[in-house]
């Protein structure tokens, strides 16, 4: 099965800190994505990354940045983070390419954020 | 840029009734269409998929989509629901022609005995 793994479970940072989210899957997928996740909003995309150093902003990049070095591992940085940025940070992937194009999403279990 | 609505916040049905959860959506291409669900403190799942192929489309634990391009909808439906089915449910959309994958809002699904 595909394991989409997010490397914490919780995290609490102050204002004004670089916080890195780091997000890696085991089954060579094209896609990878980022996500908030907040109550009454749904899922709203971040970024999403079809391929190795290739990304697209999504709905809401403002205040974020993404790094795709290598296909299986996708990167979110908060620059410099704020208290609206407090949330649920989920990463997925989804198999893309030519044959795959618009798969399942896999999801790692989440992050949540608090930024105090 | 496409996007995707669910029409109702808060859906609430009786055990045994039917369920109706609506979604619209825009999109530039011919779309792929999913519903994802959630249930409290869970992982999202896949429900079903409409991928162009027939507009009706069957899922996991008795739910099933229609589409129909002419009203741009893929509303969710149950004939029978269960006190299980009570959970957030997320219409989403993907365009033809690229990978990125919009949410909808989501609908909060309760279930009374």
């Known amino acids: 099965d595909v394991k989409v793994t997010q490397s914490s479970r919780y995290l609490v940072k102050r204002t004004g800190e670089k916080v890195f989210l780091e997000c890696v899957q085991d089954m060579d997928h094209e896609n990878m994505f980022w996500y908030r996740q907040d109550p009454g909003l749904g899922l709203r995309l971040i970024y999403f990354?079809?391929?190795?150093?290739?990304?697209e902003k999504g709905d809401i990049p403002e205040g974020y940045s993404v790094s795709r070095e290598k296909k299986e591992r996708f990167s979110l940085i908060l620059e410099s983070a704020s208290t609206n940025q407090t949330s649920m940070y989920l990463c997925?992937?989804?198999?893309?390419?030519?044959?795959?194009?618009?798969?399942?999403?896999?999801f790692g279990s989440g992050t949540q954020l608090s930024v105090l | 840029a496409q996007s995707v609505t669910q029409l109702d916040s808060h859906v609430s049905v009786s055990e045994g009734t039917p369920v109706l959860l609506r979604c619209n959506y825009s999109?530039?291409?011919?779309?792929?269409l999913f519903w994802y669900v959630q249930h409290p403190n869970k992982g999202l799942q896949l429900l079903l998929k409409y991928t162009s192929a027939a507009t009706l489309v069957k899922g996991i634990n008795g739910f099933e989509a229609e589409f129909k391009k002419s009203e741009t909808s893929f509303h969710l439906t149950k004939p029978s629901a269960h006190m299980s089915d009570a959970a957030e449910y997320f219409c989403?959309?993907?365009?033809?022609?690229?990978?990125?994958?919009?949410f909808g809002a989501g609908t909060r699904l309760t279930v009374k005995p």
């Open positions: 990354s079809y391929d190795v150093k290739m990304k």
């Open positions: 997925a992937s989804s198999l893309g390419g030519a044959q795959g194009r618009n798969e399942k999403l896999f």
């Open positions: 989403v959309v993907s365009p033809y022609n690229n990978n990125d994958m919009r």
């Open positions: 999109s530039s291409y011919s779309p792929s």
